[in-house]
């Protein structure tokens, strides 16, 4: 299968800095990627979608100016958490598909954020 | 999206086999069954996916209901490693929402 990568798979920092996380399709071009946001103990909620040279399209309840969310190419997107207060502390995981028709998703290995 | 209804837990003996049922009653002519799987501080991993017909990978099988409104993953023999939450999804458009999912456990 195609491969999604993450970094940092974890980063901890202080309340009110900035915290950027990279997701990378290694072996794939996507014009596509998502973000989610997983608590624990529950199901991975779709923060956002992020389209290659375009804005994000972010779901209801998401705060775009907290989440800033970066397409550059077609292998990297970027979630940057601005301003980070620890109720942001999560596990944030990316994805994304191949081109084509109901493909899979392939998923990253998550980052877990911890903001002190 | 169309919604997805699991149980919230299932056990397996360890190489047994595992049937996972979804029910899916109001899925549309365009939605795939998609399913995932998520083991502990992981990002989820694709399993198998289908629309109409039964589906066969070298991780498990996919059986879907004539009428498409329910159907079951099979795990064929379950070792430890299948421990984890999965996730039935129906996919139509570009986007995937997870549900609950269900999580098992196979007990050694």
């Known amino acids: 299968g195609a491969v999604v990568s993450q970094h940092p798979s974890w980063v901890i920092c202080k309340s009110g800095t900035s915290v950027k996380i990279e997701c990378r399709s290694l072996?794939?071009?996507?014009?596509?990627m998502f973000w989610y946001r997983q608590f624990p103990k529950q199901s991975l909620m779709l923060m956002a979608t992020s389209n290659e040279g375009s804005k994000a399209t972010y779901e209801q309840g998401v705060e775009k100016d907290k989440f800033l969310i970066n397409h550059a190419s077609l292998t990297l997107s970027t979630l940057t958490v601005t301003s980070a207060h620890p109720e942001d502390s999560s596990f944030y995981i990316c994805?994304?598909?191949?081109?084509?028709?109901?493909?899979?998703?392939?998923f990253g290995q998550g980052t877990r954020l911890t903001v002190v | 999206d169309a919604k997805t209804t699991q149980p919230n837990s299932m056990e397996s003996n360890e190489e047994e086999p595992v049937h996972l049922p979804c029910n899916h009653s109001?899925?549309?002519?365009?939605?795939?069954i998609h399913w995932y799987r998520q083991l502990p501080s992981q990002g989820p991993e694709y399993v198998i996916h289908?629309?109409?017909s039964n589906v066969n990978n070298r991780m498990a099988s996919l059986a879907i209901a004539e009428d498409r409104k329910s159907s079951t993953l099979i795990l064929h023999r379950a070792t430890l490693r299948d421990a984890a939450v999965y996730y039935c999804?129906?996919?139509?458009?570009?986007?995937?929402?997870f549900g609950t999912g269900t999580s098992l456990t196979v007990i050694p």
């Open positions: 994805s994304a598909r191949k081109q084509g028709a109901n493909t899979e998703a392939f």
């Open positions: 072996d794939f071009q996507a014009t596509t």
């Open positions: 109001t899925i549309s002519g365009t939605d795939y």
């Open positions: 999804i129906l996919n139509a458009g570009n986007q995937f929402y």
């Open positions: 289908g629309l109409t």
